[in-house]
């Protein structure tokens, strides 16, 4: 039941070292380089997790642990075992965050195990589960965990996929009321759900909105046709997590039943208790809250093998509101089991595969050898556990001369075979994957483990700690030689066609199914030349530079482990460190004020998107951009720059060993930024698809609504899209100058280091990175800004069929200064909000699935505070929703919450601000506040002081003005 924002792609469930959307997972309630692997169960090792107890010697591995056992914890120790009910628990005593508990209920059920196709009973049953149990009547179970400050998507979860249901309670805090409610809300989920007729009848509208979110939109079109591709002729054929229209609305009440009935018994479920109490404590309320739970006999598992296909198939779709043709092409691999040296060994060979098959792509790719116009990508893409894929992503103007090629470099590969630094490169990218978890193992949070767990009783997967399993696999890969891969590539080409799902707003803009054929069958390998050769450091560090001053920033002692400390230099620049519990990493923000507003009117979506994705996309320096990808892909190491309205910079990130590599990046990207051709062609390409096929996805039509509404004559300094005509002067030159305007210098920058870091390792590097920048001139932004519009505008985005998400925003914002306890104020609010919209307009409506209230500060270019409210809704419903929003707001402006609200949206508060972690947004700040204000924004451990007067009036002054922005998406 995650809640997303209604217009925006809808993807939960996974989390992996590579990429965190799980496509086909139900939801009941960037960085230089490219991904490498996916997996559709959350992990937190990395790219697969593996037994601790096996041999190496290809027997499997030992069992699942049947008695109350202990085995070696990411954590500590982690203790498994089951109650005589058949019932499997994890427990671990864990002490990130402190005072904190994660509960999950790990069920095996998906709708692999629906007696019928497509029924999406699974999905449902999930739904139910959150409208009734014996002790949380109706909606109950909401109001009971909101009084501990816990909410609905970020704290209060579920998810259903094709193999299984998670429940998620997350962030409770220890308190032995808190912890009860959570053992119980689990315990009544497990075995005492209601399922009422009537329940399931108001609950229908809300899945059926789920429905038309996930299937309904481009995007959901898109995804549809992909796994129709992926699961044709495998035990998942047809079966869709979130089921089909027809079946949603005629699902009873008794049909989820017997599923749950079936299912959701002990021996086919496991508690995953992790968090700051004791292992023998968490035992207690385990027994305590499942052990009476009558036992039953398991339910036979369906068979999930889905043999190697051959053959080449092609599926094209029409996906009107998508702006630009896509293509994807897969290439089904072996599904191993990770609980036997042969499964650990063949899941290690493939991501070595994907990643050494990723570079060479790459280097193709600069060769001008593919014709794709997007940086090639390559990852392991598993939608199901019994499916797994080799996976890419592009667009071309000839997508069938391109996917050709993509085949050629594969047949290419595998007819000369490997070299032997692509294999040294792949291994250095595993490696630097899994020693970044093993850098965070005495730091990593509940949820990490509490998934780990889950996975381990769901998927075989491993319980061997972080640097248990870094050792592991270092030890497995130093026994694969490069003829091993070139092998197995071949092995895999034997056995599996290509699989090809093509998506296109206009089926006649792309080849026919017999072009796309004839291109893929006619490919032959061609002679590739050796690939890039990897770089060793990105640059020479430079002499060092002494700052002007220096020294600790004693305001801003609260938070921090020491004071926060600054160097400032001559050109212009200051370094602020602080060392905060963000701990594993460092996080770097470099930025000054000035952005597009500087500019000239037209240039916004050069500055914004075009000249800084185009510079992301090049290589740096002497080096090429697959050099420089490979480079920080191995080390970890991400940096974007970005331009917004007042503001420009970079953000990124790099594990500790490795800052050295992150603050050379930022030089090089101030210093030698470059636009090569084939970036330039690249951005300029999808701008021009942009603009001529407006009206296209629901996201940019309602940025430009929005954007048009409320800047109205002043439009052509905020339109984000960029003219034709602008798009027809523009040079690769133009592009760079535009980017060297606002990044090409340090002058006012202000670079914000946070983590776990030295200060003299800061020092050193301050001084030969940052001091050595050169300078410019001091500038600072502008306000192009008029004054909001007076009264209610109304507009509507008129979205083609299946186009995107409808629904309706409301946008509102007053200018008032935003101290301390004006942004506490505010996020009493935005929690105050959350819980009617969910309650009033969700569950009582039964019209939404998603209904969302987002409250921030903005402080430049001008102090205020901004609200943005969404609701997805069929079109049929979006007026009713409309006055319900409307009489929202009006009560809330003339009356404010009322005390159990308020007193629930402060738990909400404490509990978010308890788990902040303070770091560079509180440095960052010092650019538009004084320190004074900074340092009362450390989080309140002691709870949110807050009255309902300053939320009524903050209310009044967003609400009550009547004038606000309304966009509503409509079909046409």
Same mark, same amino acid.
């Given at each position: 039941m995650l809640l997303l924002a209604a217009w925006m792609l809808i993807a939960a469930g996974c989390a992996d070292s590579a990429q965190q959307d799980d496509p086909q997972a139900d939801a009941g309630n960037g960085s230089r380089g490219q991904p490498a692997s996916s997996s559709c169960a959350p992990r937190a090792d990395g790219a697969g997790n593996y037994n601790a107890d096996e041999d190496r010697t290809g027997s499997p591995s030992t069992p699942r642990p049947t008695a109350y056992t202990i085995a070696e914890g990411a954590g500590g120790d982690v203790h498994v075992g089951q109650l005589d009910n058949g019932l499997t628990y994890y427990l671990d005593s864990n002490w990130t965050p402190h005072d904190a508990l994660t509960l999950i209920l790990a069920v095996k059920a998906g709708s692999i195990h629906e007696t019928e196709p497509a029924s999406g009973v699974a999905h449902f049953v999930e739904h139910m589960m959150f409208n009734g149990t014996e002790e949380f009547p109706g909606n109950s179970v909401y109001d009971e965990v909101l009084e501990f400050g816990l909410e609905l998507g970020p704290d209060l979860n579920a998810f259903t996929t094709y193999d299984e249901t998670f429940y998620v309670l997350n962030g409770l805090s220890d308190d032995p009321d808190a912890v009860q409610t959570g053992f119980k809300v689990l315990s009544q989920w497990a075995h005492a759900a209601t399922i009422s007729a009537d329940a399931v009848a108001g609950e229908r509208g809300v899945v059926r909105e789920e429905y038309r979110l996930r299937r309904e939109t481009s995007e959901g079109v898109s995804l549809d046709s992909s796994l129709r591709l992926l699961t044709e002729g495998t035990p998942y054929e047809q079966r869709p997590p979130i089921g089909e229209v027809a079946a949603i609305e005629e699902t009873t009440a008794a049909e989820?039943?017997?599923?749950?009935?079936?299912?959701?018994?002990?021996?086919?479920?496991? *508690?995953?208790?992790?968090? /700051?109490? @004791?292992? /023998?404590?968490?035992? $207690?309320?385990?027994?305590?809250?499942? #052990?009476? &739970? @009558? $036992?039953?006999?398991p339910p036979t598992a369906p068979d999930t093998n889905s043999p190697l296909r051959s053959g080449t198939r092609i599926e094209i779709t029409e996906t009107p509101g998508q702006a630009d043709p896509r293509l994807s092409l897969y290439l089904q691999v072996p599904v191993w089991d990770p609980a036997t040296t042969e499964g650990e060994r063949g899941e290690q060979l493939e991501l070595l595969l994907a990643y050494a098959i990723g570079i060479r792509l790459s280097s193709a790719h600069e060769q001008g050898l593919l014709s794709q116009t997007d940086e090639p990508v390559w990852w392991v893409y598993a939608p199901a556990a019994g499916l797994r894929h080799f996976a890419t992503t592009f667009q071309a103007a000839d997508l069938h001369t391109a996917a050709g090629e993509v085949?050629?470099?594969?047949?290419?590969?595998? /007819? +000369? #075979?490997?070299?032997? +630094?692509?294999? =040294? @490169?792949?291994?250095?990218? *595993?490696?630097?994957?899994? +020693?970044?978890?093993? /850098?965070?193992?005495? *730091? =990593?949070?509940? &949820? +990490?483990?509490?998934?780990?767990? $889950?996975?381990h009783y769901l998927r075989g997967t491993s319980l061997e700690t972080s640097p248990e399993r870094l050792a592991r696999v270092e030890a497995l890969l130093d026994t694969i030689e490069v003829e091993e891969l070139t092998d197995h590539l071949r092995s895999i080409l034997a056995q599996s066609g290509p699989l090809v799902s093509v998506n296109a707003q206009d089926v006649a803009q792309v080849p026919t199914v017999d072009e796309f054929r004839a291109a893929l069958e006619g490919a032959r390998a061609i002679n590739l030349g050796p690939a890039s050769a990897p770089i060793d450091a990105l640059i020479s560090p430079p002499g060092p530079a002494d700052p002007v001053t220096e020294g600790p920033i004693s305001e801003l002692s609260a938070g921090f482990y020491n004071p926060p400390y600054e160097w400032k230099f001559a050109n212009g620049a200051r370094v602020n460190f602080g060392n905060s519990a963000d701990e594993g990493v460092v996080r770097l923000e470099a930025v000054s004020l000035g952005g597009w507003s500087t500019l000239e009117p037209g240039e916004r979506p050069l500055a914004e998107f075009l000249a800084p994705t185009a510079v992301a996309s090049s290589g740096l320096g002497r080096h090429t951009s697959a050099q420089i990808a490979q480079h920080l892909a191995t080390k970890r190491v991400s940096l974007r720059p970005f331009i917004t309205e007042t503001t420009e910079g970079f953000r990124g990130s790099a594990p500790p060993a490795e800052v050295e590599t992150l603050f050379a990046l930022l030089h090089l990207l101030i210093c030698d930024a470059r636009v090569d051709e084939q970036a330039f062609n690249s951005v300029v390409e999808s701008a021009r698809r942009q603009a001529a096929d407006l009206p296209g996805g629901a996201a940019t039509q309602m940025d430009v609504a929005y954007n048009e509404a409320r800047f109205g004559d002043r439009i052509e300094w905020f339109d984000p899209v960029a003219s034709t005509e602008t798009l027809d002067e523009v040079t690769a030159e133009s592009l760079l100058d535009v980017y060297r305007s606002r990044l090409g210098n340090a002058e006012g920058l202000l670079v914000a280091v946070s983590g776990d870091l030295e200060l003299e390792a800061v020092d050193r590097l301050a001084r030969r990175y940052i001091g050595t920048l050169p300078s410019g001139e001091a500038d600072t932004f502008t306000n192009r800004r008029p004054a909001q519009p007076d009264g209610i505008v109304r507009t509507e985005v008129v979205l083609a069929e299946d186009a995107g998400p409808t629904g309706i925003t409301f946008y509102h914002e007053t200018l008032r200064p935003t101290d301390p306890q004006t942004e506490t104020v505010l996020k009493v609010l935005e929690a105050v909000l959350n819980a009617r919209l969910l309650n009033d307009v969700r569950e009582d409506l039964g019209a939404s699935y998603s209904v969302t209230a987002t409250l921030e500060p903005r402080f430049t270019p001008e102090s205020a505070v901004i609200s943005v409210i969404d609701a997805g809704a069929a079109p049929e419903s979006i007026d009713e929703i409309r006055e319900e929003i409307l009489r929202i707001f009006n009560d809330l402006a003339t009356s404010g919450p009322d005390a159990t609200e308020l007193a629930d949206a402060e738990s909400v508060v404490s509990n978010r601000l308890s788990h902040l972690v303070y770091g560079v947004e509180a440095l960052l700040r010092r650019l538009v506040s004084a320190d004074s204000e900074i340092s009362d924004l450390t989080p309140s451990f002691d709870g949110v002081d807050v009255t309902a007067d300053e939320v009524e009036a903050l209310a009044a002054a967003l609400y009550g003005t009547g004038r606000h922005i309304e966009i509503t998406r409509v079909l046409s």
């Open positions: 989820l039943r017997e599923f749950y009935d079936a299912w959701y018994v002990p021996a086919n479920m496991a *508690v995953v208790a992790v968090g /700051d109490l @004791t292992v /023998d404590e968490l035992k $207690a309320l385990v027994e305590e809250h499942f #052990g009476s &739970i @009558t $036992a039953q006999d085949w050629s470099v594969l047949l290419s590969l595998a /007819d +000369q #075979g490997f070299g032997e +630094q692509e294999l =040294a @490169t792949a291994k250095s990218r *595993v490696l630097s994957e899994l +020693q970044q978890v093993a /850098d965070h193992v005495e *730091v =990593a949070h509940n &949820i +990490q483990y509490a998934y780990q767990y $889950a996975n």
